[in-house]
């Protein structure tokens, strides 16, 4: 038998995590940090061969693992991915070295636990990506749910309390109808495999019972207007580490669901309802996009716009289309990149100033010259600028919609003014003019750790807008594949 | 020769990249110097290209791919025709030009080498704008070009005017985009590709399609008004021209470069490289005429009264790229094409002699602290001669055959709109005539108004100019606490002057050196289709006889006329009789309250669009998220179970005779339903 290796993506950052948490002692702290990014980079390690061994030409599941858990009801430990999923075990194990390295300084209470929870939410989320037992999927789905928890709660900001709980409440209150829908497709199907449930035929009303139960479950995640509040709540109050979690990661993880649970399982209901998520990921772009513009504290800001570019992901995936899946694809990797830079630079200046209000900041490129040329790099990637990796979705995305419908393009392409606004005018305000106070002044530009954090994410940024072909040519073959499927009516 | 195409644009982007990240490390010299190298080689890659495309050997081909999805091949890649190769010139002459310049006009500004990065940089984009072979990557030279622009005119960053002017730079550039995108999009759906040769080839049989979605407009005409939509936020036709005279916020060789040489024009190039699709569509064509005409005339009257002279060259730029689109509207591509050569030489040359006599003035910008420059000043006095009577169009300077050729063009037109465009366009040759002389007047004749500030804040001087609304001061370059001190305004140093010069050259000979090869010759080639029943440059072309006829036909037309009428004018109100302005302004104060207030577009714009948007996004925020989704549905929800458990744990009282009381209600609600069935 190969190597396991995702199994190893799984595993190596959960038992780094659990290692990690016995050495708790404060005195541990710098032994726990070292310890925890050890344990991060090794996770990243063991999932470049993923990449490097991947074979672009088949849709079937790779990296296979098989292993009886539960045999009396058919639950297995089945583990794979495809050029769908892939790609974001990567992104996440990247993420997850990032995210480790940039709490390395600042947070000094309870560092072994913080490491801790970082390591073991990235282990859970590789399994969400490559769970293909949808019992195992439940379960990593709501474990996840724990580590993010405690993360808002423990080291978040003074609101921690109700953001952690909002949080929670919102996403399992969407996840319990999805265990309900489970439980439905395995009583018809007998069996938990999700490979198998593609060619389970349902009539057009239970699909559509069973779409709204698995609809609520990963739009909540997206999240898709109106089930979008937790988001804004849950970033202001989570520490940085968390924020680009939450963005990069977790928010990719409700709309993974839509190409492996909605669209494959429930193809009539999908198309039969397409109307209402185009609509609903249209409302995302504009009215998202508007409230943005006038938010004050740039944590919100950023979190909004995490919205209205989520809505391209889910606009892209119901033009049934290549270009739109593809396009929505790209869209969850970039967003990925930017949304974690954007919350890092944010952090950045959270480190120095404690404040996140834009009118407590002003002329920050006086003293931080090299922070604000990563920020304006980020800045132009987040408003979808060409050469950098925020254009490859949103570019795919609008011809695709324009293809379908003139006017949904139209109103897709809103956010080429509106994405532009909110991230440009919150630029000028912290970045350009005069030193506004004291506490500007006193701010010191970046540190190498923070440059080459940022310096790292520039350069995947750069790369993915130059040449996006490598990204999209991993997704090709499973994409084609997904849509012949959602193509097959199951009535 | 693909190595010398890859040269073209990688040569500055190297420069670049290796200035923008080490520049502060190998020096203000070194970085200036390999930015101009780059240039200067990407020059020389382009002169050896031009030889190359007029032997015939034009190319298409690609370089990578950038994306393949599905059947969809997207490509980063050249077309290397006449066309391209006349706008590599024209880019990188001017691009080269103004780097020699920066040298001397930024030599005291602490963000020097960054300044050179970012000319490099938006010299890098411009000749990926004009090399690509497919919309995509047009769409990348586009958008880059707009970003190096904002972070030029944002380039004094603590300036509020500074960022303010950036930031509504972008927004409009990107209202414009979204039209763009739109057209893309569509060319996309029906053509099933972005590659040019691919599109162009197969429009005529798509001509007749018919949208339903649009109130059965034709595709064409969707496509190229969508496309349109990007040209005149690009090249700053109303109504988005907002940005372009706040857009002098930025260093004055940019101005030079990008905001009237070289970015605004990609505009005009563009609709002149998608001359296959607007060719099909009389109804694209007649809005492009209208909205060139409105600009053309419009903005001309502009110039007229403001007093930064930065600003005046600013509108007269807005002005000729009205010109232009009217030639694009009227199909005249090659004149459109043309004027755009030839003010590309001009306008450069104007705005860097402003930049000159800025520089000399220690950053003084406005016409009512200048005068009598010209015996300081030699050489930027005539150049800036040169350049003013190219501009009006006097022959035999370059502006005369581009500018009348268009008016010739636009009489012969019969698309919708060709009249009104006619009117617009004659009347603009006097206009322009007597801004650019107004300028040349007040700046380098009459008194010497720039000895301390005493003199302007005497009120006959600001009846001298045609205005009393004082602008300066948003827009003054550098606050110097020094200006006006130090002696006489010098001549520039030689990396000023000899630019001056090298620009003046062409805005002289180009005209009669290249009308008859560019407009009635085979210059273009392929490039550029005409319909047959738009054929004006051809049906000019039965009319030329050479350039000296051109000429002295020139001599009885109206259009010299109007210029010589336009340049009197600005004698007899600026050297004659001083107190006329005055005079003017009081008889006819509505309709200067309206010019002065630059038609009200700014403030309409900052109040509908800019406020509108935060009242929309305050709404939505407060009410939609805040009060609805989280106040209603949300805690709602919550309030709501826990308003039940109250009720319900009220029930639970643990008292026995509670229980007992319910249990023989629900004995007697029992028995009565078995009684009742």
Redesign the interface.
């Known amino acids: 038998m190969s190597t396991p290796y995702l199994s190893l993506a799984i595993w190596v950052p959960i038992v780094a995590g659990i290692v990690v948490l016995f050495f708790s002692r404060e005195r541990d702290a710098n032994f726990a940090r070292w310890l925890a990014l050890i344990g991060a980079v090794a996770g990243f390690l063991v999932t470049i061969p993923l990449y490097l061994y991947f074979d672009t030409t088949t849709p079937a599941m790779q990296f296979v693992e098989y292993a009886d858990w539960i045999p009396r009801f058919d639950i297995h430990y089945h583990l794979g991915v495809d050029g769908i999923s892939v790609l974001f075990v990567i992104l996440n194990s990247f993420v997850t070295v990032l995210v480790v390295w940039a709490g390395w300084e600042v947070i000094q209470v309870r560092v072994a636990q913080y490491m801790a929870a970082f390591l073991i939410m990235s282990g859970l989320m590789n399994a969400v990506f490559s769970a293909l037992d949808g019992i195992l999927f439940y379960l990593v789905f709501e474990a996840m749910l724990i580590p993010m928890y405690l993360i808002i709660g423990v080291w978040g900001g003074p609101n921690r309390v109700y953001a952690a709980l ?1 949080f929670f409440l ?1 996403t399992i209150f969407g996840s319990l109808l999805m265990l309900v829908a489970l439980i439905y497709l395995y009583s018809v199907s007998e069996t938990f495999e999700i490979l198998a449930w593609y060619k389970v035929p349902l009539a057009l009303s239970t699909q559509i019972l069973l779409w709204v139960a698995f609809f609520l479950a990963f739009a909540v995640k997206v999240p898709m207007w ?1 089930i ?2 937790w988001l804004p709540d849950a970033h202001v109050e989570a520490p940085t580490g968390g924020s680009v979690v939450l963005a990069a990661i977790t928010l990719k993880i409700g709309a993974y669901g839509f190409v492996r649970f909605i669209l494959p399982i429930l193809p009539d209901a999908s198309r039969y309802l397409s109307g209402f998520v185009i609509a609903l990921s249209l409302i995302a772009i504009v ?1 998202i996009g ?6 004050a504290d740039m944590k919100k800001l950023v979190a909004y716009s995490s919205i209205s570019h989520m809505g391209f992901v889910t606009l892209g995936f119901f033009m049934f289309s ?2 739109g899946i ?1 396009g929505g694809l790209a869209q969850m990797l970039s967003h990925g990149f930017v949304s974690a830079a954007m919350f890092l630079c944010i952090g950045v200046m959270y480190d120095r100033v404690h404040s996140r209000q834009i009118t407590d900041y002003g ?1 920050v ?2 003293t931080m010259p090299k922070f604000a040329a990563f920020m ?1 790099l980020f800045a ?1 990637a987040n408003a979808g ?3 950098t990796s925020g ?2 979705g949103e ?2 995305v ?2 695709a ?3 379908v ?3 949904i ?2 109103g897709a ?2 956010s ?3 994405g ?2 909110y991230t ?2 919150m630029y ?1 305000r912290v ?4 030193v506004a106070n004291e506490n500007v002044a006193k701010m010191k530009d970046i540190g190498s750790r923070e440059f080459w954090l940022l310096g790292i994410i520039a350069l995947a940024v750069l790369f993915m807008g130059v ?3 490598p990204f ?2 991993v997704m ?1 073959t499973s994409v ?1 594949e997904l849509l012949t499927v959602v193509g097959r009516s199951k009535l | 020769m693909r190595n010398l195409y890859l040269l073209v644009p990688l040569a500055p982007l190297v420069a670049s990249i290796v200035v923008g990240l080490w520049g502060p490390k190998i020096g203000r010299a070194a970085s200036a110097w390999l930015c101009i190298l780059g240039v200067a080689a990407s020059f020389a890659a382009s002169i050896v290209i031009f030889r190359d495309v007029q032997a015939g050997h034009a190319f298409n081909g690609d370089v ?7 059947d ?1 091949r997207i490509t980063i890649g050249f077309l290397i025709d006449p066309l391209t190769v006349t706008m590599l010139l024209v880019v990188n002459f001017v691009s080269l030009m103004v780097h020699v310049y920066t040298i001397g006009y930024m030599a005291d500004d602490p963000g020097y080498t960054r300044f050179f990065s970012y000319i490099s940089l938006f010299t890098f984009s411009m000749l990926m704008l004009v090399m690509s072979n497919n919309f ?1 990557q047009l ?2 030279g ?3 070009v707009g ?1 190096v622009s ?2 030029l005119i ?1 380039f004094w ?2 300036r ?1 005017s500074a ?1 303010y002017a950036n ?1 509504k730079a ?2 409009a550039n ?2 414009g ?2 039209g763009f ?2 057209g ?3 060319v ?2 029906y053509f099933g590709s972005l590659d040019y040769e691919t599109v162009f080839a197969k429009a005529p049989s798509l001509a007749g399609t018919v ?1 339903p ?2 109130g059965h407009w034709h595709l064409m005409s ?1 496509i190229c008004i969508c496309l349109f939509v990007g040209a005149m936020g690009k090249s700053a036709q109303v109504p988005l021209h907002v940005w372009l005279p706040d857009s002098m916020e930025g260093p004055t060789p940019i101005s030079a470069l990008i905001h009237a040489a070289t970015m605004v024009t990609a505009g005009i190039f563009m609709v002149a490289r998608m001359s296959p699709l607007f060719e099909l569509s009389d109804a694209a064509l007649a809005f492009v005429t209208i909205i060139g005409a409105i600009t053309a005339l419009f903005m001309a009257f502009l110039g007229i009264v403001q007093n930064d002279i930065k600003r005046v060259v600013a509108y007269s730029t807005l002005s000729q790229l009205g010109y232009m689109t009217v030639a694009l509207g009227v199909s005249a591509y090659s004149a459109a094409i043309f004027h755009l050569m030839t003010h590309a030489f001009f306008k450069a040359l104007l705005f860097l002699a402003a930049g000159s006599v800025i520089i000399a003035l220690h950053h003084e910008q406005d016409l009512r602290r200048m005068g009598g420059l010209r015996k300081y000043m030699p050489i930027t006095y005539i150049t800036a001669l040169v350049g003013s009577l190219a501009l009006a169009g006097i022959p035999p300077f370059a502006g005369f055959f581009s500018k009348d050729s268009i008016i010739e063009a636009v009489s012969l037109s019969h698309i919708p709109g060709h009249t009104f465009a006619y009117v617009a366009v004659l009347g603009g040759v006097f206009v322009t005539a007597f801004y650019s002389f107004r300028m040349l007047f007040l700046a380098f004749h009459g008194p010497e108004r720039f000895h301390g500030h005493a003199a302007v804040e005497d009120a006959q001087h600001n009846d001298r100019t045609l205005a009393s609304h004082d602008q300066s001061h948003e827009s003054a370059e550098e606050p110097d606490p020094h200006a006006h001190e130090g002696g006489p305004p010098k001549e520039s140093p030689w990396v000023i002057t000899v630019p001056l010069v090298l620009l003046a050259i062409p805005s002289i000979y180009t005209g009669w050196a290249h009308i008859e090869p560019m407009l009635f010759g085979n210059w273009f080639g392929n490039s550029i289709v005409v319909h047959p029943s738009h054929a004006v440059v051809a049906e000019l072309a039965h009319e030329w006889h050479g350039a000296v006829p051109f000429i002295l036909h020139g001599l009885v037309s109206p259009t010299f006329w109007l210029a010589i009428a336009g340049i009197a004018a600005a004698i007899w109100f600026y050297i004659i009789d001083p107190a006329m302005p005055g005079r003017v302004v009081a008889a006819f104060r509505p309709i200067y309250t309206l010019l002065d207030n630059k038609y009200y577009a700014d403030r309409f714009n900052d109040w509908f669009f800019a406020g509108g ?2 009242a ?3 709404f ?2 407060h009410v ?2 805040r009060v609805l ?2 106040g209603v ?2 805690n709602g929800s919550a309030r709501l179970i826990g308003f039940f458990s109250r009720e319900i744990r009220r029930i639970q009282s643990g008292y026995v005779y509670h229980y007992a009381f319910v249990m023989i209600v629900g004995v007697f609600v029992l028995l009565y339903w078995w009684g009742v069935r």
């Open positions: 909002k919102y109106p979008h509040t009215y508007f409230v943005a513009i006038v938010q290549v270009l593809e002329g490129v006086n304006m132009m600028l060409p050469g254009f490859v570019f795919l609008i011809l919609a324009v293809k419908n003139f006017w393009g139209f392409a809103v080429l003014i509106l532009a606004a440009l005018w000028k970045i350009f003019g005069e040449w996006p072909k999209i040519d090709h084609t | 990578y791919e950038w994306l393949v999805s599905g969809l995509l769409f990348f586009w958008e880059a970003l904002y972070l944002g960053y603590t509020p960022i930031l972008f927004l990107r209202v985009d979204f995108i739109l893309i999009g569509l996309l759906a949208l979605w649009a969707a948007s935060r929309i996004g305050r939505a925020s939609g998220d989704i989280d549905m949300v």
